[in-house]
């Protein structure tokens, strides 16, 4: 009687380790599978619309190791925002103040300057050791009143532009490594646009912009920005002749700023872009992507991810083949603070992550391309 029971609780005994055994190997097994993050295009679209790597890397992490410059527009209205913060010291080498040096916010009055808030960005780079790309210094839109209605004679016209770059791009110099000097001044023919700037300096308010940026920092490298250039057209033709002349002419300028604000339904030509980079760069100048983003009709859905990815890639991959690791900036990174809803109603989703900072296929994508850049490279 005495032995069955022993035996009884023998066999309890066996039975209880056995079931701590296998809930403690669950355990164990499920801490050390690895975990693929799982990228994702929206609030709908949690299918697989893209292979996921597993993510051991940033795209920061693989663009220094090419030594190349990777960058997001950033604003200082979203530093409350860890997930931003930490983002983008995750992620990026190189930051682009969205619109904190723009003229209407620096200075708004005449001989009133406000630079805290793009203080506050050029300290944050500083202190997480980011390259920062100023922009910019003479342009159409975001001009205070001042300037928009002002009524001034050609010599105050040039003091007015002489004053602002000498005073912005001083402030920051050494901490600046490049300015967009001016932006957009081109129009879709290829002629110059018809400015504030123009109408009341005339063309040479161009040269005369880029002599004075020079003299503020002679250091910094000098850009011509635009969008609608990236592809050999007659915008971009007009672009090209225009730096070729100031070339000539001696003027210090040693870029020009592809912005790429594109779409999936509107996009560069792969081959006539890297043309286009070849004859810029035959002039002796930097190509940099500045402003890229891709934007999709809204809701977006899977294959549209799943084409904005493709598009990222092509234009990532012939950037980097044509113009060598160099720059490569977006406009924002996540879809949460883009401009493109506000002012293209009903498109959006154009940034690589999604609302909730979650990667999308369109990361995996410039990943894909840095990981085969890195591997050409060790061949
Ligand atoms: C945009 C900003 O993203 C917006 O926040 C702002 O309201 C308007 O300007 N080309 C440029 C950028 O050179 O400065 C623009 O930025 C986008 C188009």
Redesign the pocket.
């Known amino acids: 009687m005495l032995s069955r029971r022993i035996m009884l609780i023998y066999i309890l005994l066996i039975v209880v380790i056995a079931l701590a055994s296998l809930f403690f190997l669950s355990l164990i097994t499920r801490n050390t599978s690895t975990r693929v993050e799982k990228p994702s295009g929206g609030e709908t679209n949690n299918n697989d619309v893209y292979t996921p790597l597993a993510k051991n890397y940033t795209l920061k992490s693989l663009a220094d190791r090419l030594g190349l410059k990777i960058g997001t527009?950033i604003?200082f209205s979203h530093f409350d925002d860890a997930n931003y913060i930490e983002t983008i010291v995750q992620e990026f080498n190189t930051v682009t103040p969205?619109?904190e040096m723009?003229f209407v916010l620096i200075h708004p009055f005449p001989s009133i300057y406000t630079f805290s808030r793009a203080d506050r960005i050029v300290e944050f780079a500083e202190k997480h050791g980011l390259k920062v790309r100023g922009?910019?210094l003479v342009?159409h839109?975001?001009l205070p009143d001042w300037i928009t209605q002002g009524n001034f004679t050609r010599e105050e016209w040039i003091q007015i532009l002489r004053d602002h770059i000498m005073t912005v791009v001083s402030r920051y110099r050494g901490k600046v490594y490049a300015w967009?000097v001016v932006?957009?001044a081109v129009t879709e023919n290829g002629y110059l646009r018809n400015s504030v700037w123009l109408r009341n300096i005339g063309p040479e308010y161009i040269e005369l912009a880029f002599r004075l940026a020079h003299e503020a920092d002679p250091n910094a490298l000098l850009f011509y920005?635009?969008?609608g250039i990236e592809s050999i057209n007659r915008k971009s033709d007009g672009v090209y002749n225009l730096i070729k002349t100031l070339l000539k002419r001696g003027v210090p300028i040693h870029g020009v700023g592809f912005?790429m604000?594109i779409s999936i339904e509107r996009y560069p030509d792969p081959d006539s872009l890297a043309e286009n980079i070849k004859r810029f760069r035959e002039l002796g100048l930097q190509v940099e992507i500045?402003?890229m983003d891709v934007s999709i009709p809204m809701p977006a859905s899977n294959d549209e991810l799943a084409k904005q990815a493709e598009i990222y890639k092509k234009i990532f991959k012939t950037y980097l083949d044509s113009a060598g690791p160099n720059t490569f900036i977006m406009?924002?990174f996540t879809d949460k603070y883009?401009?493109i809803p506000?002012?293209f109603s009903e498109s959006g989703a154009a940034l690589i992550f999604d609302e909730k900072y979650r990667t999308k296929p369109a990361y995996y994508a410039l990943v894909e391309v840095l990981l085969e850049e890195l591997d050409e490279i060790s061949k």
Do not use: M, R
């Open positions: 527009a604003s969205e619109n723009k922009h910019c342009w839109q975001q967009d932006n957009e920005n635009d969008y912005q604000h500045t402003e406009w924002g883009s401009w506000y002012t």
